[in-house]
């Protein structure tokens, strides 16, 4: 079953940057799109970035596009957000997220733990 580790977070100040990784293990990723979602407590659980399969299709909400770069290395069965220009607003769980994934017992989901990012001003 495919297990995704998310990491690479961390306390920066704002303006700075850090680059997450989701490195996943137990099957590969690389034929499925792959996503990095956000959680604050008290709020909905928010899709940040998307990369299609190939990464030929990429996904930015509007709060980050122009920030954060997504990336992946199907070689590596690796996906990656670079964040750039941090903002107190993009302290969150960061959580890596597998989309439809085929297994024996039919299509599921898999997600990270989470990686804890926090930007202070």
């Known amino acids: 079953q495919v297990q995704l580790v998310d990491s690479g977070g961390g306390l920066v100040q704002a303006g700075e940057s850090l680059r997450l990784s989701c490195s996943a293990s137990g099957g590969t990723i690389s034929r499925y799109t792959m996503g990095w979602f956000r959680q604050v407590p008290g709020k909905d659980r928010e899709l940040v970035s998307a990369?299609?399969?190939?990464?030929?299709?990429?996904y930015y909400s509007d709060s980050v596009k122009g920030r954060f770069a997504i990336s992946r290395d199907n070689a590596k069965n690796t996906v990656y957000l670079q964040m750039n220009s941090l903002k107190v607003g993009d302290t969150a769980v960061y959580l890596c997220?597998?989309?439809?994934?085929?297994?024996?017992?039919?299509?599921?989901?898999?997600w990270g733990r989470g990686t804890q990012v926090t930007v202070s001003s």
């Open positions: 997220h597998a989309d439809r994934v085929a297994t024996p017992e039919g299509v599921s989901d898999f």
């Open positions: 990369i299609s399969w190939n990464g030929a299709n990429r």
